[in-house]
């Protein structure tokens, strides 16, 4: 099942600005990740934050958790053409087995 | 470069027929693989774990009949969807963890179009 809600489901900004996804959680967490899908492939991690850190930052990735809402988002800076692509949060359940958000697809127009 | 590969990258089929999907890890023994669909716009759902020498776990809801799971060894996982139909027609990706077990890394996934 689902893990949560992300939003918004879609996003479109332009390149250079800023872009910040959200996502929410239903259940308990050791960590909560973050992936990127291009169009039609795998996926690949971005970042991970655990349950005891509140803010991650990555590059120009800069990822936020509060577990007291079960929310975390994910925030790009100065976006460019290339981060067009879905972001996906996710937690793992269980030993191994990981769950995802529904998903922004983030388009940057040039 | 990659540590996932799936083989193919996209397959069409007549319905009725099975098809095959490999997942093979390139730089580590894998003792745990998963397999995940994706319908279009949407997120990945787990369809089943695959463990090297024992039986695959389903997620509920998931025909263990129908995908077939085999993790023969250490490197390689195959799917096979039995007796496709257009509703299986879907994006399969497979992963497995890395040394930490917490990130997971993907393979580029499979096109499946069953006709």
């Known amino acids: 099942s689902q893990q949560g809600e992300e939003d918004p489901q879609a996003l479109s900004i332009q390149e250079g600005e800023n872009a910040t996804m959200n996502c929410s959680y239903k259940t308990s967490i050791n960590n909560l990740q973050w992936y990127r899908q291009n169009s039609g492939r795998g996926l690949v991690h971005l970042i991970l934050i655990r349950s005891n850190e509140r803010e991650k930052h990555s590059g120009r990735l800069r990822v936020t958790l509060d577990t007291s809402k079960k929310s975390s988002s994910l925030l790009i800076t100065a976006s460019r053409a290339a981060d067009t692509a879905s972001y996906f949060c996710?937690?793992?359940?269980?030993?191994?087995?990981?769950?995802f958000g529904q998903g922004t697809r983030l388009t940057i127009n040039p | 470069g990659a540590v996932v590969s799936q083989h193919p990258s996209w397959v069409i089929c007549k319905s009725g027929t099975s098809v095959k999907i490999e997942c093979r890890s390139l730089d580590f023994q894998a003792t745990t693989m998963f397999w995940y669909r994706q319908f279009p716009k949407q997120s990945l759902m787990l369809m089943a774990t695959s463990n090297e020498g024992s039986k695959a776990t389903y997620e509920q809801g998931v025909e263990k009949d129908k995908f077939l799971i085999n993790h023969a060894s250490l490197t390689l996982s195959t799917l096979t969807v039995t007796s496709a139909h257009p509703e299986d027609s879907s994006f399969y990706i497979c992963s497995r963890t890395g040394r930490t077990n917490n990130e997971q890394f993907f393979g580029p996934g499979t096109r499946l179009t069953v006709l």
């Open positions: 996710a937690s793992i359940q269980g030993a191994q087995k990981l769950v």
